[in-house]
């Protein structure tokens, strides 16, 4: 089911296990790439050992014919019944992401969840436990309920919600977490012009994803990748690194700690 403002969802998605999604995904180098989306399993208790029991089938998609890296939403691994403190679930991403790496040499890239309050050390966890990338941000969850009736719009009680709702979120945690690691940190959340990509890139971001506006326009993607030299040559960048992060050497040290 999906309830939509404007260009924002509120999706509620039966996720399975395992995810296996195979398409393309425009980086700012223009290069087509096939991932595979891995979503841990929601049902894990936070006393599970989760190196030992985790079921993450990483390795057994490494000779899958095209695919060139892997994904895995952490998002998905917080069940709703579950508020984890940071220190359990830095403790996770950790666990996680160091068990897909031992069982895969394909590029790894840990996709954090949004809702924390310590972006900092979920970032360096995954860094730490061998993600090639980290991904920012995941859908925020949220809730529509019925004025009439009182109850939730949604068969589960909740969605998560994504579009440009939620992109100034996503570049303040991408802002952050790309202080935090040395891998490149991808950034998506609400990206429905090539200006949003680019304030993104200026944040800390090396590449980004689009994802809810290709519901309304499924070329964005492409039209980003189009329009993006000429927006970045207008504004005096003479490549993508000498953007990358340029809003960490603009903004004043304390207003931006």
Do not use: C
């Not at 223009?30 to 990483?58: D, I, K, M, N």
């Not at 979920?122 to 969850?141: K, S, T």
């Not at 990509?197 to 519901?215: N, Y």
């Amino acid at each position: 089911m999906l309830v939509g403002g404007g260009f924002n969802t509120l999706p509620v998605i039966g996720l399975a296990e395992l995810a296996l999604a195979r398409g393309r995904s425009v980086t700012f180098a223009v290069e087509a790439h096939t991932a595979a989306w891995l979503l841990p399993s929601r049902l894990l208790p936070p006393q599970v050992e989760y190196r030992g029991r985790f079921r993450l089938p990483a390795g057994e998609l490494d000779e899958l014919p095209g695919l060139r890296g892997l994904e895995i939403n952490l998002a998905s691994a917080e069940p709703l019944e579950h508020e984890y403190p940071e220190m359990v679930r830095t403790a996770r991403v950790e666990a996680i992401v160091s068990a897909a790496r031992t069982r895969t040499g394909l590029p790894l890239l840990a996709e954090l969840p949004p809702q924390t309050s310590d972006v900092h050390s979920l970032a360096r966890a995954a860094e730490l436990a061998g993600a090639d990338a980290i991904v920012l941000v995941d859908a925020l969850r949220g809730m529509k309920i019925d004025t009439w009736t009182g109850r939730p719009v949604l068969g589960g009680g909740w969605g998560g919600l994504s579009g440009p709702a939620i992109h100034p979120i996503a570049v303040w945690l991408v802002y952050q977490a790309s202080k935090a690691v040395t891998v490149p940190v991808i950034g998506m959340g609400g990206i429905s012009s090539t200006e949003d990509a680019l304030e993104f890139i200026l944040a800390g971001a090396t590449a980004v994803e689009v994802g809810t506006t290709t519901f309304v326009e499924p070329r964005t993607a492409m039209t980003i990748a189009d329009e993006l030299p000429g927006m970045m040559v207008a504004r005096g960048y003479t490549s993508l690194a000498s953007a990358v992060s340029r809003s960490h050497q603009a903004a004043s040290p304390d207003a931006m700690a």
